[in-house]
Nanobody, 119 residues
Framework: EVQLVESGGNMVQPGGSLRLPCAAS????????MSWVRQAPGKGPEWVSA????????YYADPVKGRFTIPGDNTKSTSYLQMNSLEPENTALYYC????????????WGQGTQVTVSS
């Protein structure tokens, strides 16, 4: 059974940092891309970032480039989203998802972890 479990969400002040782990099980981790998607209150889902766990290539949405990264160590079936210089607009429920790439989309999602950026 495919399972994705996010953690690490918290309330932080503007300018702070958080690292979100996503523990994966039930499939060969290195055979799939992994994506991070967020949903802010009252808004639709927004793709944030993705990693090719096989070769380490990473991809980022424009609003987070330069502030969010997916660290290179995606071993042990865990993906991470490192978020720096957080802004109130980054407040959202953050999900990791298995990414089939292209039109096939995201087939399995975690339950999400809440990130709140507020002073």
């Amino acid at each position: 059974e495919v399972q994705l479990v996010e953690s690490g969400g918290n309330m932080v002040q503007p300018g702070g940092s958080l690292r979100l782990p996503c523990a994966a099980s039930g499939f060969t981790f290195s055979s799939y891309d992994m994506s991070w998607v967020r949903q802010a209150p009252g808004k639709g889902p927004e793709w944030v970032s993705a990693v090719n766990t096989g070769d380490g290539s990473t991809y980022y949405a424009d609003p987070v480039k330069g502030r969010f990264t997916i660290p290179g160590d995606n071993t042990k079936s865990t993906s991470y989203l490192q978020m720096n210089s957080l802004e109130p607009e980054n407040t959202a429920l953050y999900y990791c998802a298995r990414d089939l790439v292209g039109a096939a989309g995201l087939d399995y999602w975690g339950q999400g972890t809440q990130v709140t950026v507020s002073s």
